[in-house]
């Protein structure tokens, strides 16, 4: 969705690295939920933030919600070929809750051994 | 344990053919999706579905329809397949208000 800009679009780390991923919206985020896709498969549920200035960690990676409830950042340390895959985040803009979610066009993450 | 499947998992076919992908899920969920994922544009959504007998378009329906008659299943059909469809389409499900819940997708190539 334009409404949602992700980046980078591609990212090669090296094993150990950390990284940042970004999804940016023009609009308030009433809701944001992080995904990983792996090649050929279904999204696998990552987290979800809802509050400005919410912090989430799960394992070795933490997603925040800014403040003002237009950005969010995904943050992996240390990471891992296990963590390569593409990652998305989909947005509530209206105040729907998960009922309809706009998605951006998704990160590619490539870790190197 | 409950799920959500897709079928079939890859389907070619030919231009100006109808074609019908199937979603289930066992979560009884009342909330069900249609995305379509393409390269450079991430996951569009084509139809939601809030319950039985409830049908709403997408950012990208045109070409597609679904029907809801059992909590279960929303297919989605392709009256007259092009060559645009071709694409991978997911399925989700969700309860009201929580995470959408993904399928495996399904790869459509239309000829």
């Known amino acids: 969705s334009q409404e949602l800009e992700q980046s980078p679009q591609s990212l090669i780390v090296q094993e150990g690295k950390n990284l940042t991923i970004n999804c940016t919206s023009s609009?308030?985020?009433?809701?944001l939920y992080w995904y990983k896709q792996k090649y050929g498969e279904g999204l696998i549920f990552l987290m979800m933030?809802?509050?400005?200035?919410e912090e989430k960690s799960h394992e070795k990676i933490t997603a925040k919600l800014d403040e003002k409830k237009q950005q969010s950042s995904l943050h992996i340390t240390a990471s891992q070929p296990s963590h390569a895959g593409i990652y998305l985040c989909?947005?509530?803009?209206?105040?729907?809750?998960?009922?309809?979610?706009?998605f951006g066009t998704g990160t590619r993450l490539t870790v190197i051994p | 344990d409950a799920e959500i499947t897709q079928s079939p998992r890859h389907k070619i076919t030919e231009t100006g053919r109808q074609v019908t992908l199937a979603c289930h899920q066992t979560?009884?969920?009342?909330?069900m999706f249609w995305y379509r994922q393409d390269l450079g544009h991430g996951l569009r959504l084509i139809h939601y579905?809030?319950?039985?007998?409830?049908?709403n378009k997408g950012e990208v329906s045109d070409g597609y329809s679904v029907s809801r008659s059992n909590t279960e299943d929303l297919p989605l059909t392709l009256e007259s397949a092009a060559s645009s469809q071709t694409s991978v389409y997911f399925c989700?499900?969700?309860?009201?208000?929580?995470?959408?819940?993904f399928g495996p997708g399904t790869r459509l190539t239309v000829l």
């Open positions: 989700a499900s969700s309860p009201p208000g929580s995470q959408q819940f």
């Open positions: 609009k308030t985020l009433y809701g």
């Open positions: 933030l809802q509050k400005g200035g």
């Open positions: 989909g947005a509530d803009l209206g105040g729907a809750g998960a009922n309809n979610l706009f």
């Open positions: 979560w009884n969920h009342n909330n």
């Open positions: 579905s809030y319950g039985v007998q409830d049908t």
